[in-house]
């Protein structure tokens, strides 16, 4: 329990300000429930669209936004920045690095990490894109890369730096690829004009059969095609064996001598899940009964990527949809446990997945329903900018697309740091 003006309210905790938590966060502002955010960061990040910070597309702050702004008009929310160290379930406090949170409702979404399969060389060598400075640091290393190559005299090292390894056909790795493929193309061409940048190489590395496996065949075929239209190779059934300095070793025996390697082949859940009781799924995912409530802890909510919850007999897909969903549910099952009434189970509403592939060119699906190419290519961009929070946001990288379509322009092309592992032939990592 907590007071605000002499009145007595219990409190709700949401810890975690990715898609799951602001949208059970939303759904509770302005109910008598005093609720408190916490997150190690403070901001919202729309991590969707990380890949276009990392290939010089979007500035950092076009997809973040500040959590105190974001509930500044909801009376009954407050946020507290600090990194939840502990959960003790039984005396209802989440415990932080600042001091600890009593709680009479609780609802973890802390999100996923990447997942190297325990493959300790990628884990040391491979960029991946969750947080806002992986991005940037993916940036750098791009734009570093290139201003070592036009310097390099040695033509195998030139060729080693100017081939960039890019390993998952989902659809962060798809996008990536063929966002990078574009850069190279249309921006560094100019940018560097000593480079013979068709010596460049894009390669992406799936190994299923198929890139996009979620999505229709025909999806999947024309993703592969366009890709390759626009110089990337594709690589299937390929599995990815370890890596170490400057190069990339296959399942098969092959190597590829690389200096950036971008890993987007997997996601478990956060850390923070090991400090729930219980069993967990796959990915080390939390186990939850169909109301996404925690077994013997009814008071406390799991949503999102942390969450194992079953549709039609598996575990929903570790995407913003599901965790916008579930944060809902959760809110309102909340309040309806308030209102003395019966909380429903979470059901699933399957609203299809998309990915975009490059300029005027994407692949979607929902009900039922499938398109790419153009049309497909301005659903992902109505969609993307509908749920990015805050409207100078939007003007910004709507801003931003619209000068990229027109004049084939990435504006932040700035190297901010140098990895300094870079100078001396290894990976960036």
């Not at 938590?21 to 109910?31: K, M, Q």
């Not at 959590?67 to 406090?93: C, I, P, Q, S």
């Not at 909340?334 to 209102?339: A, G, P």
Request: charged content about 20%.
């Amino acid at each position: 329990m907590s007071v605000i003006d002499g009145t007595s309210r219990k409190r709700v905790v949401i810890v975690g300000m990715g898609f799951g938590g602001v949208h059970a966060a939303r759904e509770l502002a302005g109910s008598n429930l005093d609720v408190m955010l916490v997150d190690r960061n403070n901001f919202h990040l729309f991590q969707p669209l990380l890949y276009q910070v990392a290939t010089a597309g979007l500035e950092q702050e076009s997809i973040a936004y500040p959590v105190r702004a974001l509930v500044r008009g909801w009376y009954n929310l407050a946020f507290r920045m600090g990194e939840v160290t502990g959960l003790d379930l039984h005396a209802k406090k989440v415990l932080t690095d600042k001091g600890e949170l009593g709680y009479d409702y609780l609802i973890l979404a802390g999100g996923s990490v990447t997942n190297y399969f325990g493959n300790q060389g990628v884990a040391r060598y491979a960029f991946d894109l969750k947080r806002l400075t992986d991005a940037e640091r993916l940036r750098n290393a791009v734009l570093n890369t290139f201003e070592l190559a036009v310097q390099e005299a040695d033509i195998q090292k030139k060729r080693e730096l100017l081939t960039f390894v890019v390993v998952g056909g989902g659809p962060t790795g798809v996008e990536f690829a063929g966002a990078l493929a574009e850069l190279i193309r249309y921006v560094f061409r100019k940018d560097y004009p000593t480079l013979r940048l068709a010596e460049s190489r894009v390669i992406l590395l799936e190994a299923a059969p198929t890139l996009l496996g979620a999505m229709p065949e025909r999806l999947r075929r024309y993703a592969g095609q366009r890709l390759q239209q626009m110089g990337v190779e594709v690589r299937c059934n390929t599995l990815v064996a370890d890596a170490s300095e400057g190069e990339v070793r296959l399942g098969n025996g092959e190597t590829i001598a690389t200096r950036t390697l971008f890993w987007s082949a997997g996601v478990k859940a956060a850390p923070m899940a090991d400090m729930v009781p219980g069993d967990k799924g796959p990915g080390g995912r939390v186990l939850v009964h169909p109301d996404l409530s925690l077994p013997g802890h009814d008071e406390v909510y799991v949503v999102g990527d942390m969450a194992c919850a079953l549709h039609n007999g598996a575990p929903l897909p570790m995407m913003a949809p599901a965790a916008m969903q579930q944060g809902r549910h959760v809110a309102r099952s909340i309040l309806c446990r308030e209102r003395g009434e019966v909380a429903e189970p979470f059901r699933y509403f399957d609203k299809g997945s998309m990915a975009t592939i490059g300029r005027s060119s994407a692949v979607a699906t929902a009900f039922g329903l499938s398109c790419s190419g153009f049309i497909a290519w301005l659903v992902w961009l109505f969609l993307h900018l509908y749920y990015l929070i805050g409207f100078r946001n939007r003007i910004v990288v709507l801003l931003n697309w619209a000068w990229y379509y027109w004049f084939h322009e990435r504006q932040v092309r700035l190297i901010t740091a140098v990895d300094k592992r870079g100078d001396d032939g290894g990976i960036h990592g």
